[in-house]
């Protein structure tokens, strides 16, 4: 039975993974953060008693800044396979807060690596980096010979972890890759997120009639569904060498665009006159007075101080050295999201 550690297996990703892993068989373990409230509830599903005997899944306490919990984390489950996804991974978040996002998104990495390098080098790492590494693009579509330009504080700590690996793959000869995965998303995203802030705030929209704020909606992304990603991240670590790899759909759309999708959904006749003028651009208003019908406002402190304007992904080396393609479109994507949150209500 093959042994897998998955740093951030409480994140959409991890989740995902996880249940990836096991369904092949393995025996997961997973980093979680201490928390006074519980903070597992992407494992519910998949969670098994301690006290029971023949179980797969198994949790340890850790945290992305402590070097010695990772270290023994790491020498007591000796992995064969190790996914290193956590991160403090949002991207406006990371301006308040840049100093912890360099703590646990680049020396993290570098804890992670440490780690492996003493207790299990001849496992396999994969390394969770991002389309953000691109920042302000300099070429268009973007693949792993593109040249970085990152616009954030996670940009640029991704930039770190990214490039600590590669140093370490090539000085003490490593198995460790890098991810550059696109946006990815799914039921499971985070609240914060703006395609969750979307489909959670058009169906509190319908329920109470409350507005909800978004920034910039004619930044473009290549938006890909999370299960299809997470085995990617598997397909790397299954290769005779160890590679970089960009996993992306290769389509973009604006957030503007995924709102008009995601507006077919709403079952509410209610809501019907909200799609037709949403079409014609007419829903977006600043802090309009209450007696306007608004959905949807713009606020400028949900812009960024440094903004990417357009991602798009080439994957064409993953799907020519690892067969992997994404399987769930655009539209696919948006409905899955949304029928999740109309089944919640």
């Known amino acids: 039975m093959k042994k897998a550690l998955i740093t951030g297996i409480t994140g959409q990703d991890g989740s995902y993974l996880a249940e990836l892993l096991l369904s092949k068989g393995y025996e997961v373990h997973g980093i979680i953060r201490r928390s006074s409230s519980f903070n597992t509830a992407r494992l519910d599903h998949i969670y098994q008693d301690p006290h029971v005997n023949d179980r797969h899944l198994f949790l340890h306490y850790g945290d992305m800044t402590d070097s010695l919990a990772i270290d023994r984390i790491m020498n007591e489950v000796k992995p064969q396979e190790i996914y290193h996804l956590a991160a403090q991974s949002h991207v406006h978040v990371s301006f308040d807060i840049p100093k912890y996002t360099g703590e646990v998104d680049a020396l993290g990495t570098l804890y992670v690596l440490e780690a492996m390098r003493n207790h299990v080098p001849n496992a396999k790492l994969y390394n969770a980096t991002t389309s953000e590494l691109y920042g302000k693009v300099l070429e268009i579509p973007q693949k792993e010979t593109t040249p970085f330009n990152p616009r954030s ?32 998303e799914s039921e499971r995203r985070g609240s914060t997120f703006v395609t969750k802030k979307i489909t959670e705030g058009l169906i509190k929209y319908v329920k109470t009639g409350r507005p909800f704020y978004l920034g910039n909606v004619y930044a473009k992304r290549d938006w890909g569904y999370a299960p299809d990603f997470v085995e990617g991240m598997w397909m790397m670590l299954q290769q005779d060498k160890p590679e970089d790899f960009v996993l992306a759909t290769g389509e973009t759309h604006t957030i503007k665009e995924f709102v008009d999708e995601s507006l077919y959904f709403i079952p509410d006749r209610r809501f019907e006159w ?34 990417v304007d357009l991602l798009l992904g080439d994957a064409t080396k993953a799907k020519e050295k690892l067969g992997w393609e994404p399987k769930t479109k655009f539209k696919d994507l948006v409905k899955k999201m949304m029928l999740n949150e109309l089944n919640s209500i």
């Open 274 to 307: 909200a799609k037709d003028r949403f079409l014609r651009e007419c829903l977006w208003e600043v802090f309009p007075d209450e007696s306007t019908k608004l959905v949807i406002g713009i606020d400028d402190k949900y812009y960024r101080p440094a903004e």
């Open 153 to 184: 504080p996670y940009g640029v700590a991704k930039l770190y972890s990214y490039h600590i690996v590669k140093n370490y793959r090539e000085a003490y000869y490593l198995y460790a890759v890098n991810g550059i995965l696109f946006n990815h």
